[in-house]
């Protein structure tokens, strides 16, 4: 936790959060390790917070894109927005994600992914959120990623049916959510 945790601000965490009816139970891929989240607990109401990427070069990458997994639990979450700076000041909301994604703090992770195809050399991604109007506002985000779009994306809300001894029917969407 940063020193002053009076503020709304990015913290990291193992677990659920300390507040009931927001965050998740843990991070994204084992459920045990560290992620980072706003604790909406602290802070008043419309206080912003950032977290800023270290710059990244994505100059090698044809069609560079970031990858996160996000959990946004909680009645009063507010708008999480995905801000780029090539290097002459931030491009703001270049990706957002308004109010709870989520309706459980057991809900799984939702994996998504940004487009930079419009930037080029090196970069910084700022992660901007502002304080709702109470403590179930805690926006959590892990697993950030830089790379070329993956030639076979992983399927999100896979689903089974008609399910018998042999045979199942399946079903999935094929773009992240």
């Known amino acids: 936790n940063p020193p002053n945790t009076t503020t709304y601000s990015w913290r990291t965490n193992i677990g659920p959060t ?24 602290s802070g008043a109401q419309g206080a912003m917070t950032s977290l ?21 639990y909680g009645a009063t979450i507010d708008t999480l927005h995905i801000d780029v700076n090539p290097g002459t000041g931030w491009q703001a909301d270049v990706f957002t994600l308004i109010g709870q994604q989520q309706t459980s703090n057991a809900a799984p992770w939702r994996d998504t992914l940004v ?18 109007g109470g403590f179930t506002g805690d926006v959590s985000i892990d697993d950030v990623f ?16 008609s399910i018998t001894v042999n045979s199942a029917s399946l079903s999935w969407s094929k773009d992240p959510t």
């Open 18 to 41: 300390g507040s009931t009816g927001t965050g998740p139970l843990g991070d994204a891929t084992t459920g045990t390790g560290t992620y980072v989240y706003t604790e909406a607990s």
């Open 52 to 72: 800023i990427s270290p710059l990244v070069d994505i100059s090698g990458l044809t069609n560079p894109e970031m990858r996160f997994a996000y959990h946004m």
């Open 115 to 132: 487009d930079l195809s419009a930037f080029s050399g090196v970069i910084q991604v700022r992660f901007r959120t502002a304080k709702g």
């Open 146 to 161: 830089f790379d070329d779009p993956l030639s076979c994306p992983s399927p999100s809300n896979l689903n089974a049916s």
